[in-house]
């Protein structure tokens, strides 16, 4: 039985989660389910109710702002509940992602597994856990080309952002890009900072 499951596809940008949720979706639809799609609304970089992958795929969506609406829109006959982006939702949609396979469905989601500063994003730990199957992407990365970026660099004006800047910040290719670990970087200039101006004390040998 394709239901009771929750299906999470993780990655940094530009790695194809999108592509590959849309992907599994047409195979639903194709197989003749019933599928509801969910994207949060803090996800403005479509400009419509639907979700797009880098490639130019789309598709109709539901736009929600906290993780408990989701529940209000999925309906009885619903067979497969699809949700992209859950690392923008509150800590409910841990809670809501469980209580939708326990009603049987098959959810398929995707997300951010780590932050711009490498550290994990949002609920992404707990739904890890919780999922029946993890797929994670790699992207190429943008400085040396190899094929395993799991790290997503943000961009100020071309350059590393700051580990200081907002944790929330919406973007596309101008704004983040895929690294891997070797051309990962995250400046910190509060620490410098803080370094620069420790004060030596003097001390004496006897």
Request: hydrophobic share 35%.
């Given at each position: ?11 940094p940008m530009s790695?194809?989660?999108?592509e ?16 509801k ?5 803090v ?19 539901i ?17 497969v ?6 690392q923008?939702?509150?800590?409910n ?6 209580k ?23 609920s992404?730990p ?14 190429v990365?943008m400085k ?6 799991t ?6 004006d ?6 200081n800047?907002p944790?929330?910040?919406?973007g ?6 895929a690294?891997?670990i ?12 803080q ?12």
């Open positions: 039985m394709d239901g009771y499951s929750f299906e999470l596809i993780t990655g790695c194809g989660k999108t590959e949720l849309l992907r599994r979706i047409r195979r639903c639809i194709i197989a003749k389910k019933k599928v799609v969910i994207s949060p609304d996800d403005t970089r479509a400009k419509g109710d639907y979700i797009e992958s880098r490639n130019g795929l789309w598709l109709d969506a736009k929600v702002k906290h993780a408990i609406q989701i529940l209000a829109h999925v309906k009885p006959d619903d067979e509940v699809a949700i992209d982006e859950l923008f939702f509150d800590p949609i841990v809670k809501v992602v469980s939708l396979m326990n009603e049987g469905k098959k959810v398929i989601g995707t997300g951010l597994e780590l932050d711009f500063k490498a550290e994990p994003f949002g992404m707990e739904l890890m856990c919780i999922a029946t199957k993890v797929d994670k992407l790699h992207a990365c040396c080309g190899c094929e395993h970026a790290r997503t660099q943000r961009l100020i071309g350059k590393p952002a700051d580990k800047s944790l929330i910040m919406i596309g290719d101008e704004t983040y890009e690294r891997c070797k051309c990962y970087e995250l400046p910190d200039s509060l620490h410098d900072k370094r620069r101006n420790l004060k030596i004390l003097p001390f004496s040998f006897r």
